[in-house]
């Protein structure tokens, strides 16, 4: 046998072992797969019947009269959407859970203030125990009746009925000392004062301890249903710009939040990527959205941070955002559009030229009122030794929330200034209530030396409040019938 033959040999023996090795590895690996496949099928399995146990639960998933079935979804579709509602379910859950918890610790607090009143009560040395009074009563009452008995001498047949009970009352009354009258207007007058205020409840050393503890457990609750890495992962540069605008300077409106994004960067980004962008983190649920109006614009968005955009923004900037203006304007007025409203009135009048100053702060326009409580204008505009209040009227409030808050103006100044959005609210809403009011004042003679005057935001916009001609609706209080100028 040849020298290449012998080579060529040991070659073939070589690759038919390396053949029989490979053949056996994949036979274990075969075997591997299958079992790895059968686990993968029970795992897939159980994965698919607790995403489904998850979203039979969500009211959006599941719809009268629609059919359902998620057979469709791939595994990890199904996992994505079951998570999405998980996180709800239980979001919504945590804020039922802080709210029952908040109303029981506020009816704990009432329940531990009645006490210490009721105790405060029992001590009190001048203090009538109602056993007592009974008693008396009692006695009294037993002192009428024999009285009674021995004025009627003459015999009652036993049918007659005995004398009805108003009688005894009445003259039980007559017969009670002054002494004990000034006993009882004395633990009225105290029971009142130790009647529990809401002022109480938030001074509470325990409610301060439960609302340390609500804060530190709802962010921890939050930070193990919610792994902000996946936020993160989805926020670009841009939206990252934006965040930082509205965590820092608290800016709202739209409009200003590309404007100043346009600052930042030098128009080197189209409003049309500012616009994707901002709609991006409202649909990431980063950015709560709002659609408001005023007299300056039919209608714009307005955005603040959700609970996750906050926990984001300090993630990423390492302090607390601002308050934005959407939730100020919340917190101070009835709603956002009477809050913008408010603040459109105050541009068009600053920008009018006419006053020394114009002001919408809640805080420096209260005024005390001379029979007790507070008005709050929501403008005064001043101009040498003249003050004009306003307020501005959506047509929202009810006849009696209306004329109260026309009472307390009427208090504080001769002339009410009244101002409207546009001219339907002004002509079918605010000129009924205020006929209404005036009535209820007991009619334009009742009203004498005071004015109604009445205008929409746009009417102002190029007049001079100060001149009476510019108001298009004006109660004199010598008749019946304003004098419109529409």
């Avoid at 023996?13 to 299958?34: A, F, G, P, V, Y």
């Avoid at 930082?244 to 930042?264: C, F, H, M, Q, V």
């Avoid at 039919?298 to 302090?319: D, N, P, T």
């Avoid at 001079?464 to 510019?470: S, V």
Wanted: net charge neutral; hydrophobic share 35%; proline share 3%.
């Amino acid at each position: 046998m040849s020298k290449e033959e012998i080579i060529l040999r040991n070659r073939l023996n070589r690759s038919e072992s390396r053949c029989q090795d490979l053949d056996e590895q994949l036979n274990k690996k075969k075997q591997q797969w299958k079992k790895l496949e059968e686990t993968f099928r029970e795992a897939e399995f159980h994965c698919r019947k607790l995403c489904e146990e998850i979203l039979v639960k969500d009211s959006s998933e599941i719809v009268l009269g629609k059919m359902y079935s998620w057979d469709g979804l791939t595994l990890a579709e199904l996992a994505v959407k079951a998570l999405a509602s998980f996180r709800k379910y239980n979001s919504e859950r945590t804020d039922l859970q802080r709210r029952l918890l908040d109303i029981s610790e506020e009816r704990r607090v009432k329940i531990d203030s009645l006490q210490e009143q009721i105790e405060v009560m029992r001590n009190y040395p001048g203090s009538i125990k109602k056993s007592d009074m009974y008693k008396e009563k009692d006695q009294k009452q037993e002192t009428v009746s024999e009285r009674q008995s021995e004025e009627n001498k003459s015999p009652v047949p036993s049918y007659v009925a005995a004398p009805p009970v108003v009688e005894m009352i009445i003259e039980e009354d007559a017969d009670i000392q002054e002494a004990d009258i000034r006993d009882i207007q004395e633990m009225e007058k105290l029971s009142k004062e130790l009647e529990p205020v809401q002022r109480e409840i938030p001074v509470h050393p325990a409610k301060k301890m439960v609302r340390a503890y609500q804060k530190g457990k709802k962010q921890k609750n939050m930070a193990h249903m919610i792994d902000l890495s996946e936020y993160q992962n989805k926020i670009t540069k841009l939206m990252w710009t934006i965040l930082e605008i509205i965590g820092k300077e608290g800016i709202s409106a739209y409009t200003e939040i590309e404007g100043r994004i346009n600052e930042l960067t030098q128009d080197e980004v189209t409003k049309a990527t500012v616009r994707m962008s901002v709609r991006s983190l409202y649909s990431m649920g980063i950015l709560v959205q709002e659609q408001v109006s005023d007299p300056l614009r039919s209608k714009f968005m307005v955005y603040r941070m959700s609970e996750i955009g906050q926990r984001l923004f300090k993630e990423h900037f390492k302090q607390i955002p601002v308050l934005s203006e959407l939730d100020k304007i919340i917190s101070q007025h009835d709603n956002p559009n009477h809050g913008y409203g408010i603040r459109a009135l105050w541009t068009i009048l600053t920008e009018s030229g006419n006053f020394d100053s114009v002001s919408m702060d809640r805080k420096e326009n209260t005024v005390k009122l001379r029979r007790g409580g507070i008005y709050i204008p929501d403008i005064v505009a001043k101009k040498a030794d003249q003050i004009l209040y306003m307020e501005y009227e959506c047509g929202t409030h009810v006849q009696s929330d209306y004329s109260a808050k026309c009472n307390k103006m009427v208090q504080v100044t001769d002339t009410l200034y009244i101002v409207t959005p546009n001219r339907d609210v002004l002509q079918k809403r605010i000129m009924n209530q205020t006929g209404q009011w005036i009535n209820e004042k007991g009619g334009y003679k009742a009203l004498e030396g005071k004015k109604v005057c009445l205008t929409t935001a746009t009417a102002l916009k190029h007049e001079n409040p100060l001149d009476e001609q510019c108001w298009q609706v004006v109660y004199n209080m010598t008749s019946d019938t304003p004098i419109v100028r529409m």
